[in-house]
């Protein structure tokens, strides 16, 4: 991760917006890392850190980029359906491994980044899009590995899909 904050930093030498924003959004995505290392306690703060990036990715897509509006009815319409079966889908686990309140945090970063996947659509920049699409899809895979069932592969499903998202979103910068 290391390096690829530096090579988005270095390589975009922050000389636009858009750059600090995608930079201060790896950066906070470190901080998650570093918690989702540590212990279950810790958890939620590593999910708190993801979400703060995820206001950054959207914070810099919504400053730089125009965005294409009439993508957005379908895109919001399919987003919205998968975002709330796959919450269905883990609720239950999630409501008995943290309460309600683990339940609320779950359900606004799921909000939140299906907001950075909708944002990024938007754009119209095809880098962006599937960078997003696999930090959702990365994280898809760690709550449901953590949450509703725990599968052979899934580290290395979230590893790939999460290190190639936020490298996509570094060299957008180049």
């Known amino acids: 991760m290391v390096l690829i904050i530096a090579l988005a930093g270095y390589g975009s030498q922050l000389d636009s917006t858009f750059s600090k924003w995608v930079v201060i959004a790896l950066l906070f995505s470190v ?103 696999l930090f959702l899809i990365s994280d898809a895979v760690l709550a449901y590995d953590k949450f509703k069932q725990a599968f052979l592969l899934s580290e290395h499903m979230v590893m790939f899909t999460y290190f190639f998202a936020q490298f996509l979103f570094a060299i957008s910068l180049l």
């Open 31 to 133: 901080v998650g890392d570093i918690f989702l290392m540590l212990e279950d306690k810790w958890f939620v703060h590593g999910l708190a850190s993801f979400l703060v990036a995820h206001l950054f990715y959207i914070g810099g897509f919504m400053t730089y980029f125009a965005l294409d509006l009439t993508a957005g009815l379908f895109s919001a319409i399919i987003l919205s359906i998968i975002s709330i079966v796959f919450y269905f889908i883990i609720l239950s686990n999630v409501k008995e491994q943290g309460g309600i309140p683990m339940c609320i945090a779950v359900a606004v970063y799921i909000l939140v980044i299906a907001g950075m996947v909708w944002i990024s659509i938007l754009s119209g920049v095809k880098i962006l899009i599937i960078a997003a699409i």
